[in-house]
C-alpha cells in the first residue's frame, strides 16, 4: 500500500493510514473510517480473536465501513478444502498430519501461514513426502502448519506457467497481472516481453474471469484481496487469495515498455479505493474495549512463537553443515522405514 500510494497514486496519501495490529490492540479509540482487516493468515490465534473483538465493536457504529471480517475469512486450509469440495479447484490439499486422504502425486509441501510458496521440490511418493515432512520439522516448521498440495500442472502452449492475479476491492474485481514463468513455482514473473505485456493489458481490460473471481473471493468471504490463480483445460484454478497483496511495486522494478500497463492499473485501483472512504473528512473517535485476559496471553503466545523463529533459523543453517550432510545420507536408508512415525509424532494437536 505504502508503495502504491508513494509512487503511482500520490492522492491517497493523506487518506491512508496504516495500522499495524500492535498498533490497533494498544489504541482505546479508533477514529470513524473505512478499515481493512489484512493478512489475517499470519495472526496468531490470540491476535486473531482480539481482531474478531475488535471487528465486532466498530461494526455497530453508524458510518463505519470495514472489509475482511476476522471471524468468517477462510484462511488457507479452510479455503482450499472448501475449494475442492465445490469442485472449483481440482487438486486437493491437506495437513501434513493425515496419511488417510488418499493423494495424487506428485505433491509438494508449503507453509499455511506464510506466503514463501512451495518448502520443497516436487515429492513423487510417499516416502519421498515423509522423509520432506520429517526434513521440515527438523529445520523447525511445525507439523500443523504443513500443508500437502497435490501438483496441478497448467503449462500452456508455450511451456510456460501463467500465474493470472485479480483484486477485489470491496465490491469490485480488478483485473491485474499475468506472471509467466518457465518455472512451476511461479513468485513473480521472470519472463517479460513486449508481446507478453500486451497480453497482460488485454487481461487487464477484459477482465476475463470477473463473474468466477467474485464468486471464489465470496466462498472465501474475503472482500479485500488478490487471487492468485492458474488456467487448467480453461477452467481456472486458486492457488491462494492474499489479503495484504502487493498491490504494484516501484516504476523502478519494471522495464520501460511495462510502465503503461501498470499505470493503466493504477487508474482502475485508485478509485476503487477512492470508493470505500467513506467519511474522509470525519474526526471523529469511538471507544473500543479489549478483554485483558487475551491481551495477557498476547506477551507468552508471541515469546514462544520468537523462540520458535529463532530454532527455524538456527537450523536452516545447521543442515548444511558436512556433518550434519553426512549423517542424513548415511541414516536416510536406514530410516525409511520410521518415516511415517517420525515425521507425524504429535501430528493429532489441532491446528494452532
Known amino acids: 500500500m505504502r508503495s502504491f500510494a508513494d509512487h503511482w497514486a500520490n492522492d491517497l496519501d493523506d487518506r491512508v493510514d496504516i495500522i499495524t495490529y500492535d498498533e490497533l490492540f494498544q489504541r482505546s479509540r479508533h477514529p470513524v473510517a473505512t478499515y481493512i482487516f489484512s493478512d ?9 480473536r482480539i481482531a ?16 475482511n471480517n476476522p471471524r468468517l475469512v477462510k484462511r488457507r486450509f479452510e479455503l482450499q478444502s472448501a475449494l475442492y469440495a465445490s469442485g472449483r479447484n481440482d487438486f486437493q490439499v491437506t495437513r501434513a ?17 506464510r506466503h514463501e510458496g512451495s518448502i520443497t521440490p516436487m515429492l513423487h511418493n510417499r516416502t519421498q513426502l515423509d522423509e520432506a515432512i520429517l526434513a521440515a520439522r527438523f529445520r523447525g516448521h ?11 500442472d497448467t503449462r500452456d502452449e508455450d511451456s510456460l506457467y501463467r500465474k493470472y492475479a485479480a483484486f477485489r476491492i470491496d465490491d469490485r474485481i480488478i ?3 499475468i506472471d509467466c514463468s518457465s518455472s512451476w513455482l511461479v513468485k513473480d514473473t521472470d519472463i517479460v516481453s513486449p508481446e507478453l505485456v500486451e497480453r497482460e493489458k488485454e487481461f487487464i481490460e477484459q477482465n476475463p474471469h470477473e463473474e468466477w ?10 472482500d479485500y484481496g488478490r487471487i492468485d490463480y492458474g488456467i487448467l483445460d480453461g477452467k481456472p484454478q486458486v492457488w491462494e487469495i492474499n489479503t495484504n497483496p502487493i498491490l504494484i511495486q516501484a516504476p523502478s522494478c519494471y522495464q520501460p515498455f511495462h510502465i503503461p500497463v501498470k499505470r493503466y492499473l493504477t487508474e482502475r485501483l485508485t478509485p476503487a479505493f477512492e470508493a470505500i472512504d467513506g ?8 471507544a473500543v474495549e479489549i478483554d485483558p485476559k487475551l491481551l495477557a496471553r498476547l506477551g507468552p503466545e508471541r515469546r514462544r512463537n520468537r523462540l520458535a523463529d529463532a530454532h527455524r533459523r538456527m537450523f536452516h543453517t545447521v543442515q548444511y553443515w558436512p ?29 494452532r
Do not use: K, Y
Open 40 to 48: 489475517l493468515e499470519r495472526l496468531t490465534p490470540t491476535e486473531l
Open 52 to 67: 474478531a473483538q475488535i471487528w465486532d465493536q466498530l461494526e455497530r457504529i453508524e458510518d463505519m465501513r470495514l472489509l
Open 97 to 113: 498430519s493425515d496419511r488417510n486422504t488418499p493423494l495424487r502425486f506428485p505433491v509438494f509441501l508449503r507453509e499455511e501461514s
Open 142 to 152: 511445525r507439523i500443523d502448519d504443513l500443508l500437502v498440495v497435490e501438483f496441478c
Open 175 to 177: 483485473a491485474c497481472h
Open 213 to 222: 473471481v467474485r464468486e471464489s473471493f465470496e466462498l472465501a468471504s474475503i
Open 279 to 286: 467519511r474522509p473528512d470525519s474526526d471523529e473517535t469511538v
Open 323 to 351: 556433518i550434519v550432510r553426512f549423517a542424513r545420507r548415511t541414516l536416510r536408508a536406514g530410516l525409511h522405514a520410521l518415516f511415517p512415525l517420525l515425521a507425524r509424532g504429535n501430528g493429532n494437536r489441532p491446528p
